[in-house]
T-cell receptor, first 113, second 115 residues
Framework: KQEVTQIPAALSVPEGENLVLNCSFT??????LQWFRQDPGKGLTSLLL?????REQTSGRLNASLDKSSGRSTLYIAASQPGDSATYLC????????????FGTGTRLQVTL | GAGVSQSPSNKVTEKGKDVELRCDPI?????LYWYRQSLGQGLEFLIY????????KSGLPSDRFSAERTGGSVSTLTIQRTQQEDSAVYLC?????????????FGEGSWLTVV
């Protein structure tokens, strides 16, 4: 059974810092990995999707990497801003279960002024 | 529509009553998912619809939960004889095809409280 872990559970950084969020998964047989953002009381917004054949994806100040063999992904946020404050979730789709995302429990990020 | 739409956004119901939650996926999306997010918990897969294929119901927690998707578009999640442990946010999502190769888009959820 796939298990997805995110460390740290919570993180507080001052504005302007670069930061890294970590995601690990136990079963490397995945189709893809997605990073999402969830604001309080809101649904999830997809940030980046990395296919299993890819090593990284970039969107603006966000860069996500994937090391499938070691079961790890990182989300790098450059020059953090208070508007980046949210919970960040990673999720994987396993081969053979193309319908289901297995989610981590998230990292709650606060960027302070 | 522009995004995944869910209704009601909030629902308070008495224990033992039935509730229906509705989801309007993004137009043209063939895949539709329901997830549940309980307080302090991760997202839990409930059910998946893909086109005209039989739905994947493997995540439904009990036979009190059911879902249907009419005409390949709107979906309704029904919870019968609600219990307090059913209190959670119910999130619907859609994608152009199976999540294996497609970005998945979530609605803002239906917040269910069973009192």
């Amino acid at each position: 059974k796939q298990e997805v872990t995110q460390i740290p559970a919570a993180l507080s950084v001052p504005e302007g810092e670069n930061l890294v969020l970590n995601c690990s998964f136990t079963d490397s047989a995945i189709y893809n990995l997605q990073w999402f953002r969830q604001d309080p009381g809101k649904g999830l917004t997809s940030l980046l999707l990395i296919q299993s054949s890819q090593r990284e994806q970039t969107s603006g100040r966000l860069n996500a990497s994937l090391d499938k063999s070691s079961g790890r992904s990182t989300l790098y946020i450059a020059a953090s801003q208070p508007g980046d404050s949210a919970t960040y979730l990673c999720a994987v789709v396993n081969t053979g279960t193309a319908s289901k995302l297995t989610f981590g429990t998230g990292t709650r990020l606060q960027v302070t002024l | 529509g522009a995004g995944v739409s869910q209704s009601p956004s909030n629902k308070v119901t008495e224990k033992g009553k039935d509730v229906e939650l509705r989801c309007d996926p993004i137009s043209g999306h063939t895949a539709l998912y329901w997830y549940r997010q309980s307080l302090g918990q991760g997202l839990e897969f409930l059910i998946y619809f893909q086109g005209n294929s039989a739905p994947d119901k493997s995540g439904l927690p009990s036979d009190r939960f059911s879902a249907e998707r009419t005409g390949g578009s709107v979906s309704t999640l029904t919870i019968q004889r609600t219990q307090q442990e059913d209190s959670a946010v119910y999130l619907c999502a859609s994608s152009q095809g199976p999540s294996a190769g497609n970005t998945i888009y979530f609605g803002e959820g239906s917040w269910l409280t069973v009192v």
